[in-house]
């Protein structure tokens, strides 16, 4: 029996080597294809990301067309947050348990179903239809980047995770960029949002044929995972795996969120009533920070793949945001490329935060309950964002005039950013105290877990001879 079993140990010391040799030759089989599957992702999220940003830069002009006030505009937007406290978790648990192709594909056709809702919306200028519009827009593009998130996280784990979300974000920022530049102009050149509304229905609908042949490639990958790992349980338990370390990422997250969010939502007015641009100036102002995540997102993610240190590039960078809105918010309400210092260098800071959070899910969070914790983090920041936007709206327009109206709702923006950085600081002591996994950089990471698994099967087949001799 021993003899067998120290056969056994060999063959499985062999075969880790011929892993080890495959890995250093470009990973598992099927994750050959992980570019390929990248380039699908990136385009299906296309649809999900114009769709969640072609309200904010024709602000001015919804209001007009529709006849509504900040209020109702900023209920518009907590209306594409609504959906999302609750379904992004749900498509989290079905993904895990029956397979995220079916979820992201029906992500994508509620998706579609929205973006059609609000361009019918805008032929009969009707805010409750366009209201309706955002509940399904949002919920579908939400759900699809909660599995999409996940997807990559585990076809690029110990790999280029980094690298992979950076790419990704990268072009999602372009493409909601060019939205920012592009949708102002044709509301203005129109005189209509129906435009900016039928152009996004087009882009979905691409979106979608991407799905379909990302589905296919996906097979390989969930076979392998079937393989290896149990299909968790859809209850209280699967939440509770989570852990303390992602509590604390993504209390760090939701600060920031809300930071970032409240003061995006209502920039375009900020920067026309403030300092007096006109709405495509602020189109394009308001367009830097998606081209600071377009040229610094692949950097910061090949940066952070060579060196780690995530929860010390968390705490950095939200303690500068700080920093710089706070420069952005005592500025004197006057024309002046001035502001555009502040406001560049704090949209060129968050995307070192973001490049480094993402990653850090990916180890903070056990990996069969990963969708899980995509869905629960993009649940909380949506339940965060439905409240506090109609508050934001709410202390716009019942506020003293300071700073335009913006005043206010500006400290109400830098609170939360404080929240960022109170959390951010806590992530590295609770790291540092612990295993220090966010720290290190993700080569060092997969070369100590296939050691300690050689390490294993040694200590076993040496057991086995000891017991033969």
Aim: proline share 4%.
């Amino acid at each position: 029996i021993n003899a067998e079993y120290m056969g056994y140990t060999e063959k499985k010391m062999t075969e880790s080597q011929e892993v080890d040799k495959t890995n250093s030759a470009g990973g598992e089989d099927w994750k050959k294809y992980r570019f390929l599957v990248l380039a699908l992702a990136i385009g299906g999220g296309l649809g999900p990301n114009v769709a969640l940003s072609v309200v904010t830069p024709i602000m001015k002009e919804l209001n007009a067309q529709y006849d509504i006030t900040v209020t109702e505009y900023t209920i518009l937007i907590s209306m594409c947050s609504l959906p999302n406290i609750f379904f992004p978790t749900l498509a989290g648990l079905l993904a895990d348990r029956f397979g995220r192709r079916y979820v992201f594909l029906f992500s994508l056709f509620t998706l579609l179903l929205g973006t059609s809702l609000a361009w019918i919306s805008s032929l009969f200028s009707n805010y409750y239809i366009l209201l309706v519009a955002c509940f399904f827009l949002s919920t579908g593009a939400q759900c699809y980047i909660v599995v999409i998130g996940a997807l990559e996280a585990l076809w690029f784990k110990n790999k280029e995770t980094a690298i992979a979300i950076g790419i990704d974000s990268a072009v999602s920022y372009l493409a909601v960029a060019v939205v920012f530049w592009l949708m102002p102009a044709l509301a203005k050149s129109t005189g209509s949002v129906t435009l900016p509304f039928l152009l996004t229905v087009i882009i979905t609908g691409v979106s979608i044929l991407c799905g379909f042949i990302l589905a296919g490639y996906d097979k390989m990958a969930i076979a392998s995972e079937e393989s290896t790992s149990a299909t968790p349980p859809i209850g209280c338990e699967t939440i509770k795996r989570l852990g303390y370390g992602f509590v604390l990422l993504i209390a760090a997250y939701a600060g920031r969120s809300l930071g970032y969010s409240l003061f995006e939502f209502t920039s375009s007015g900020y920067f026309q009533d403030r300092f007096g641009f006109t709405s495509e100036e602020a189109g394009k102002i308001i367009s830097i920070p998606y081209l600071c995540f377009f040229i610094l997102t692949p950097v910061t993610g090949y940066l952070i793949y060579k060196i780690g240190k995530k929860p010390l590039i968390l705490s950095i960078s939200a303690l500068l945001s700080l920093v710089c809105m706070t420069w952005l918010g005592l500025l004197p309400d006057e024309k002046s490329s001035f502001c555009l210092i502040p406001y560049s260098l704090y949209s060129a800071i968050n995307v070192f935060f973001a490049a480094a959070l993402w990653p850090s899910l990916v180890y903070a969070v056990p990996e069969e309950v990963l969708c899980v914790g995509y869905g629960v983090i993009t649940c909380l920041i949506n339940l965060l964002i439905t409240l506090f936007t109609v508050i934001s709206g709410v202390i716009h327009d019942n506020t003293t005039p300071y700073s335009k109206g913006y005043g206010w709702t500006q400290v109400f923006v830098v609170f939360w950013i404080t929240v960022a950085v109170a959390f951010s600081v806590l992530v590295v002591k609770y790291d540092l105290d612990r295993t220090g996994i966010l720290h290190k950089p993700e080569k060092q990471i997969q070369e100590e877990k296939d050691k300690a698994e050689k390490d294993k099967l040694l200590k076993q087949h040496n057991i086995s001879k000891k017991i033969l001799s």
